[in-house]
C-alpha cells in the first residue's frame, strides 16, 4: 500500500506520521529514482499559516528539506533562515496543490522552481559538519549556494541559505527573484491568494478605463480609425527593461539586434517632440534632428520606444562613437531605431500584444524618408543560430520579446537578453584585498603585452572563483608576489589600492562582455588558469575577417555544418577536452546512427543531458519540452505526464541533430512505448560497480545475473553503458504495470544480494557498494528512463553505448571500449539485437516464487 511505501525508508516515518493519506493529495513515498549522480532540487512556494518557500535536495533516496520563511535571495550579503524539517519522498518534488484545512501543512503549494543540484565536495560530510556547498541548475536558482548551520536554538536545526559569489548573484533589493519570478515553473500558475489578490487590484483599474481604449488580446493591430480616442497623453512612461538569462527559453519569441547605444522614449504631441532617457531627463536639446524627423511622422499625438546608436564603417553599433558625437555635440550621424509604439492618438496601447504594437508601429514609419529613423526588425529563426551570427559580426547580443505580452512600465522576464561574450588569456599581475566574507583574495588584476611587448592594465575579474577555487589559487599566487608594480603604467585610483603585485608569469582564461576603449575588460569571468603559453604572447585577441571562399570551395563550406536541415553553430567549439572531439563531431555521428538509433528512440518519450560548456562543464537533465526548442523534436501530448510541461520525442534524423546543436550528448529513453505508457515493454538492470573494481568483475557479474535470468526462463540482451558498467534489457509482453515490473527486477537484486553478499548490492550510494556492485533496478519506475542504446555518454572520450551478442561479453576491454571515433566499424556490423522483436515473454507468478524462495 502506498503508505507502507512512505514507511519502507526509516527517514521518512516522520514525515508519514504527520499526514493523513487518505485526506491529504501528497504524495505517499513511491517515487520514481532519479539516476545515479543526477539529484534532484526543488523549490515550492507554500501558503499555509504563513507564506514560506520549501528548499528540498535530493540525497540517499530522499528529499533533505528546509523551510525558508522570507525564500532564496540572489544576493551573496543575505543570509536567509532555513529551518531543517523532515525529509520527504523524492515524488513530493512533482507536487503542486491543495492541502485541505485540518491536514499537516494545510494551504497551497506549487513548484516555483525545479532543476538539478551538484554537492561540491561529499555532501554527506557536509550535511554532518553544518556546511553544505552545492551548485543549482535551475529554471530561476543556479550557480553556487551554502547552507550554513547555526548556533541559533530552536526545536529544529537552523540554517543559512547563501548565494555564492559568482555570475549569478544580483544585488539585493534591486533584484528580487521572488519579485521577478512569482509563478510555478510547471504550470505557470501564481499561488491562488495572490491571483485572487492581483485580480482585485486590477478590478478598479478596469473601472476607470477610457471607453476609447482598445484591450483586446488580437495580434492584429486596431483599426485605423481607432486613433480617434480622446485619451489623454501620458505625461510620462517608464520604460520595460530586459532580464538577463543565460540561454533562449521555450514558447513564441520574437528576437531583436541588442543596440549598443541609449535607451530613448520619445513623447510626440501636436508637433512638439521631447526624448527622455530611461532616467526620465530630456534630451531633446542635444538631438534636434531627431526631433524634426519625429515631428515629420504623420501622428497627433504618440509614445516611440526605441534605442539611438551611432554606426561604424561596417554598419555596427558602436557605443564609443555615440559617446564622441555627444561630447563634440554633433547629433548628425545618430540614428533612431525604433522597436515598440505605446501610445497613438488617443488609443493607449500598452495593454496591446507585442504583436499588435509593432505592427501599428510599421504604420507609422510606412512611407517614412528619414534616414535616422529605422525600424528595428525581428527575427523567429533558431535563437542561438541568430545570436551566433550576431556575436560573430561583433555586436553585443539579442533582445527577446515574449509573443502577446503586453508592454510592462519596469523589468519584466518577457523582454530578455541573450549577451555575446568574448574570451581569452590574461596575465596576472596582481591580486585585491578580500572583502565581507570572501577569504584569500578579492580579484585578480589582469596585463596583456602591447605590440612592442609592454606589459598594460587590463582591468581586473572577481567572479567566478569557488571557494576551492580562492584557496589553491592563492596558494599558487604567493610565491610570485614582489613589491613594484610590472605593469608599464600602474593603474589609478580604487583599482591600485590595497594591490599585492605579483611577477608576471601566471595566465588566466576569462569570458568578458566587452573590452573598453581604454582596453579594460568588463563583466569578467573567471574560467581557469591556463599553462599552454608564454606570459610574453599574451595580446589582446582581436577578431579578424574570415577570407571569402570561392568556387567549389565556397559551396561546400555552406553546407558543411548544415546537416539535415539544421545549422550547427560553433561546430569548432571543443565538448571534450581529452579527445579534442568538437561539437559538429558529435552532430556527425549522430547523423551517421541514425539508422540504427531511430527504432530504440523514436516510439518513447527521450530525456537529454546537456553539456554548454562541453564534458568537464555543468551538465543539465531535462526531461519535459519546456526548457527550450529543440530544432525537429516534437512536444508529446500534456496529458501524457500531467502537471508537467510536454515531454519530449525525437524521431527523425533531423531531431538528433537539432539535439547535438542544443548541446545534447546524452538520450535516455522510457521503459515504455507511446501508445501505452502505462504498461512497460521492457525492464532494466544497470550493474553499477564500484569504480575500484577490475573489469573482470563486472564481466562476471554480468555473467552469473544472466544466468539467473535463464532460470527464469526469461531472454536478456546487453549493450555497454558507455561508463563504468553494463545494462541488461529485458524484453516484456505488455502485460504488467509499472509497479509490479519495478518489483519483479528488485527481486532479482535482492536475490543476488542475497545469494553473494560479498559481490552485489541491493541497496543504492556509493557506501553500499564498496567493493561490490549494484544491481540498479530503480529505472524500472514510471517516468525514469536510461540511456539509449547508440546513444554518446558525457564522458571523457565522449564513449558510446552499444549493443553486443552475450558471446562477445568476454572479450570486452569496458564498457566504454567504444567512442564516436572509434564506433564506425561497429554500426556497420550485423545487429546482436536482431531477435528482440521475436521475443515475446512476460513475467509469471511462479518466476517470483523463484525469486522469493
Not at 552545492?134 to 547552507?147: D, Q, V
Not at 486590477?202 to 492584429?220: E, G, H, L, N, V
Not at 529563426?381 to 505580452?405: F, N
Not at 529543440?630 to 505526464?641: F, N, R, S
Request: charged share 25%; aromatic share 8%.
Amino acid at each position: 500500500m502506498p503508505r507502507a511505501a512512505a514507511i519502507q525508508n526509516p527517514t521518512l516515518k516522520e514525515y508519514a506520521r504527520k499526514r493523513d493519506f487518505s485526506g491529504t493529495p501528497e504524495p505517499s513515498g513511491e517515487a520514481p529514482a532519479s539516476h545515479a549522480g543526477e539529484y534532484v532540487f526543488v523549490v515550492q512556494k507554500h501558503d499555509a499559516s504563513h507564506l514560506h518557500y520549501d528548499f528540498r535536495l535530493e540525497l540517499d533516496g530522499v528529499l533533505k528539506s528546509w523551510a525558508v520563511p522570507k525564500g532564496p535571495c540572489l544576493d551573496p550579503s543575505v543570509k536567509r533562515l532555513a529551518i531543517e524539517v523532515e525529509d520527504h519522498p523524492l515524488d513530493y518534488a512533482r507536487f503542486e496543490g491543495h492541502i485541505p484545512e485540518g491536514h499537516y501543512g494545510a494551504g497551497d503549494v506549487i513548484v516555483w522552481d525545479e532543476g538539478r543540484w551538484t554537492p561540491i565536495g561529499d555532501p554527506h560530510e557536509g550535511m554532518k559538519s553544518g556546511h553544505l556547498k552545492f551548485r543549482l541548475a535551475g529554471s530561476k536558482l543556479a550557480g553556487s549556494w551554502n547552507l550554513v548551520r547555526t548556533r541559533m536554538a530552536g526545536r529544529k536545526p537552523q540554517w543559512f541559505l547563501i548565494k555564492g559569489r559568482d555570475d549569478q548573484a544580483r544585488d539585493f533589493p534591486r533584484f528580487d527573484i521572488l519579485a521577478e519570478a512569482p509563478l510555478s515553473v510547471v504550470s505557470g500558475q501564481s499561488l491562488p491568494s495572490e491571483a485572487a489578490a492581483l485580480k482585485q487590484k486590477a478590478a478598479p483599474k478596469r473601472a476607470q478605463a477610457k471607453p476609447a481604449r482598445d484591450t483586446s488580446r488580437s495580434k492584429a493591430a486596431p483599426k485605423k480609425t481607432a486613433r480617434t480616442g480622446k485619451g489623454k497623453l501620458p505625461d510620462a512612461i517608464s520604460p520595460e527593461l530586459a532580464t538577463l538569462v543565460d540561454a533562449p527559453p521555450a514558447g513564441d519569441w520574437r528576437y531583436e539586434i541588442k543596440i549598443d547605444g541609449y535607451r530613448i522614449l520619445a513623447r510626440l504631441d501636436g508637433g512638439e517632440v521631447r526624448l527622455m532617457t530611461r532616467n526620465g531627463h530630456d534630451w531633446s536639446a542635444k538631438l534636434p534632428e531627431l526631433c524634426q524627423a519625429l515631428a515629420a511622422l504623420p501622428v497627433q499625438s504618440a509614445w516611440l520606444d526605441g534605442e539611438i546608436l551611432v554606426m561604424d564603417e561596417e554598419g555596427r553599433p558602436d557605443f564609443q562613437r555615440l559617446q564622441n558625437a555627444f561630447d563634440a555635440n554633433l547629433s548628425a550621424p545618430i540614428h533612431y531605431t525604433l522597436f515598440d509604439l505605446l501610445w497613438l492618438d488617443g488609443v493607449d496601447y500598452r495593454d496591446q500584444p507585442l504583436e499588435a504594437r509593432r505592427q501599428a508601429l510599421q504604420q507609422v514609419l510606412r512611407g517614412n524618408q528619414q534616414a535616422s529613423l529605422r525600424y528595428s526588425e525581428d527575427f523567429t529563426d533558431d535563437p542561438r543560430s541568430v545570436l551566433a551570427s550576431a556575436c560573430r559580426l561583433g555586436l553585443e547580443g539579442l533582445i527577446g520579446k515574449r509573443a502577446g505580452s503586453p508592454y510592462t512600465q519596469k523589468r519584466s522576464r518577457d523582454w530578455i537578453k541573450l549577451k555575446c561574450k568574448r574570451r581569452q588569456e590574461f596575465v596576472i599581475v596582481g591580486f585585491s584585498e578580500p572583502k565581507g566574507s570572501r577569504a584569500h583574495f578579492g580579484a585578480l588584476l589582469l596585463g596583456l603585452h602591447d605590440a612592442d611587448g609592454a606589459l598594460r592594465y587590463a582591468g581586473k575579474v572577481g567572479t567566478g572563483f569557488s571557494s576551492a577555487t580562492l584557496k589553491t589559487l592563492y596558494q599558487q599566487l604567493k610565491p610570485l608576489q614582489r613589491k613594484t608594480c610590472p605593469l608599464q603604467q600602474a593603474p589609478k585610483g580604487a583599482d591600485a589600492r590595497g594591490v599585492t603585485w605579483l611577477r608576471p608569469e601566471l595566465l588566466c582564461e576569462v569570458a568578458f562582455a566587452e573590452m573598453t576603449r581604454e582596453g579594460l575588460v568588463r563583466q569578467a569571468v573567471f574560467h581557469g588558469l591556463r599553462s599552454d603559453k608564454p606570459a610574453k604572447a599574451i595580446v589582446e585577441e582581436k577578431p579578424q575577417k574570415a577570407p571569402r571562399a570561392t568556387g567549389a570551395k565556397a559551396a561546400k563550406d555552406s553546407t558543411g555544418n548544415t546537416l539535415e536541415g539544421v545549422t550547427v553553430t560553433h561546430p569548432e567549439r571543443v565538448i571534450d577536452a581529452t579527445s579534442q572531439l568538437r561539437k559538429i563531431d558529435v552532430a556527425r555521428y549522430y547523423e551517421k546512427a541514425a539508422e540504427r538509433l531511430l527504432p530504440w528512440l523514436a516510439d518513447r518519450p527521450v530525456s537529454l543531458v546537456r553539456v554548454p560548456d562541453g564534458v568537464g562543464g555543468e551538465q543539465f537533465f531535462q526531461r519535459h519540452a519546456s526548457r527550450t526548442g529543440i530544432p525537429g523534436a516534437e512536444q508529446l501530448d500534456p496529458k501524457l505526464d500531467p502537471g508537467h510541461a510536454p515531454l519530449l520525442r525525437i524521431a527523425t534524423a533531423k531531431g538528433l541533430i537539432g539535439a547535438a546543436q542544443m548541446s545534447a550528448l546524452e538520450l535516455h529513453t522510457w521503459n515504455a512505448a507511446l501508445d501505452d505508457l502505462e504498461k512497460p515493454d521492457r525492464f532494466v538492470l544497470d550493474l553499477d560497480p564500484d569504480p575500484a573494481l577490475p573489469w573482470q568483475r563486472m564481466v562476471e557479474a554480468t555473467q552469473l545475473t544472466l544466468t539467473l535470468l535463464d532460470e527464469l526462463g526469461l531472454t536478456a540482451f546487453l549493450k555497454t553503458s558507455g561508463g563504468k558498467g553494463m545494462h541488461i534489457l529485458v524484453p516484456l509482453q505488455r502485460r504488467h504495470g509499472w509497479d509490479e515490473v519495478k518489483d519483479f527486477a528488485h527481486g532479482i537484486s535482492r536475490h543476488m544480494a542475497q545469494l553473494m553478499p560479498d559481490r552485489f548490492s541491493a541497496v543504492s550510494g556509493p557506501k553500499n557498494r564498496v567493493g561490490k556492485i549494484f544491481i540498479d533496478y530503480l529505472r524500472n519506475t514510471r517516468g525514469a528512463s536510461t540511456v539509449c542504446v547508440w546513444s554518446v555518454r558525457a564522458r571523457e572520450g565522449l564513449p558510446v553505448s552499444v549493443p553486443i551478442g552475450r558471446e562477445e561479453l568476454p572479450t570486452l576491454t569496458g564498457a566504454n571500449q567504444w567512442t564516436i571515433a572509434t564506433v564506425d566499424e561497429r554500426l556497420k556490423a550485423a545487429d546482436p539485437w536482431a531477435d528482440w522483436a521475436r521475443t515475446r515473454q512476460r513475467l509469471t507468478r511462479a518466476m517470483f516464487d523463484q525469486l522469493e524462495g
